[in-house]
């Protein structure tokens, strides 16, 4: 049976990779947070849309089982590294989790979940006129990465924080 854990050299690993603690919401008696990523992390939901100009689908990640939340949907994504901005992180973590061209992406908006110590930026995009994408799961970070129906994405195991935000994402693209 194959190791379910990945080895080191098999990760994209950068500077920016480690947990930081924040104390958003403790005041009202909660637990302290753990997040990935020394500077922040960013992640791409992508999205085509129908032939009447509806969104039909995102670009999900099925999240292997040792990473953080694993078992969960969301969106590619992870740490960004020092200097770099949520854009430059979500579409570089998207070639490296989802073998997706940045120049097959035209950005729409950002959704940033702040922390205080710690942010998260998803940076909510559609495919270029004229390009063809075709996500894949290209790391040991994905059980699985596809085209996922708008309409299924209440079935699915999504991550607590996606799931919060996804009306305020699929606005973003109305907008």
Request: glycine share 14%.
């Amino acid at each position: 049976m194959p190791n379910p854990f990945p080895s080191r050299d098999a990760l994209h690993r950068h500077g920016g990779d480690g947990w930081v603690e924040c104390t958003f919401g403790t005041a009202d008696g909660g637990e302290p947070h753990r997040h990935w990523g020394r500077f922040g992390a960013a992640g791409l939901l992508l999205a085509r849309r129908d032939r009447s100009g509806a969104v039909s689908d995102v670009v999900l990640q099925h999240r292997a089982l040792w990473s953080d939340q694993g078992g969960t949907w969301g969106v590619p994504g992870g740490a960004l590294d020092a200097g770099e901005s949520a854009e430059q992180g979500a579409l570089r973590e998207t070639r490296e989790e989802a073998g997706i061209d940045p120049a097959a992406v035209a950005v729409r908006g950002t959704h940033v979940l702040d922390h205080g110590v710690w942010r998260y930026t998803t940076v909510v995009a559609e495919v270029a006129p004229g390009a063809q994408v075709v996500p894949a799961a290209t790391d040991p970070e994905s059980l699985e990465v596809r085209w996922a129906r708008v309409g299924e994405l209440a079935g699915l195991p999504l991550m607590p924080a996606f799931r919060e935000a996804l009306p305020t994402l699929l606005a973003l693209l109305d907008g």
